[in-house]
């Protein structure tokens, strides 16, 4: 091949190569170009449950100077109070377990160890709330430490279809009355997120009244609990492609 064969054949090679990096270019530009007539938009539906999950955090604290004999002392109580719990156990209705276990030195106004506190907790759980309370107050040697209420996973799924057609309902209602209004005569949806089916925080308890109201209560009577209502929200959310009459 000739010299000015081969420097040809170059050119050739590199106007080729403009070429294709031109077209390239091109092609991404069409494909990175902002959609028309497209809209966002998103809709929210919820609802009230009543909680039906109930949780009360039992305690027991002791103090001492040595580690090890308080120690026994909070396990003491707490294997006595499972022994008596775990009689009246029914899976979901009403659950046993432990809690937090702790113990930690106290210190000296001078410095030093002047004893120790430790604290072991019992927890009892479940949908029985008449039974989870009563049982509460007949557990010798604990205090109540925490009540907390929530909504189940069962009643929970059985809410949350209903909340989801309703927020998809609000989505397509408001989809189709903003296309209308635009100016346009109908619409597809272009993407859309389904999010949700969260419980809502709920009332707070007032727990100085409830722990002030187990603390008068006899140990043989039901402790006073009071259920709230919990909120399960579904949001819809998304963009729609608006077209023409």
């Known amino acids: 091949m000739s010299h000015r064969t081969a420097a040809r054949l170059r050119r050739a090679l590199a106007l080729a190569s403009l070429v294709a990096l031109a077209q390239g270019a091109a092609a991404q530009t069409a494909v990175l170009a902002p959609p028309a007539n497209v809209l966002q938009l998103s809709a929210e539906a919820s609802t009230e449950v009543p909680q039906d999950l109930l949780a009360i955090t039992l305690q027991v604290v002791r103090e001492g100077s040595d580690a090890a004999t308080v120690q026994s002392q909070l396990r003491q109580v707490l294997d006595a109070a499972l022994t ?129 109201a187990m603390a008068a209560a006899p140990a043989d009577e039901s402790q006073p609990v009071e259920a709230g209502r919990a909120t399960v929200s579904v949001t819809v959310s998304g963009s729609i492609q608006m077209s023409p009459r």
């Open 84 to 212: 008596e719990a775990r009689k009246a156990q029914r899976p979901g209705q009403l659950d046993v377990r432990t809690g937090a276990f702790s113990l930690y030195p106290r210190t000296a106004p001078k410095g030093g160890i002047a004893g120790w506190q430790g604290m072991a907790e019992l927890v009892l759980e479940g949908r029985d709330l008449p039974a989870i309370s009563a049982l509460a107050g007949k557990l010798p040697g604990l205090s109540v430490a925490r009540v907390g209420f929530g909504l189940s996973r069962e009643a929970r799924e059985r809410v949350a279809g209903e909340v989801s057609a309703e927020a998809i309902a609000k989505f397509r209602q408001r989809a189709a009355s903003y296309a209308q209004q635009f100016g346009f005569g109908g619409w597809s949806v272009r993407e859309v997120n389904i999010s949700g089916g969260d419980v809502g925080p709920s009332a707070p308890v007032p727990m100085f009244r409830v722990a002030r």
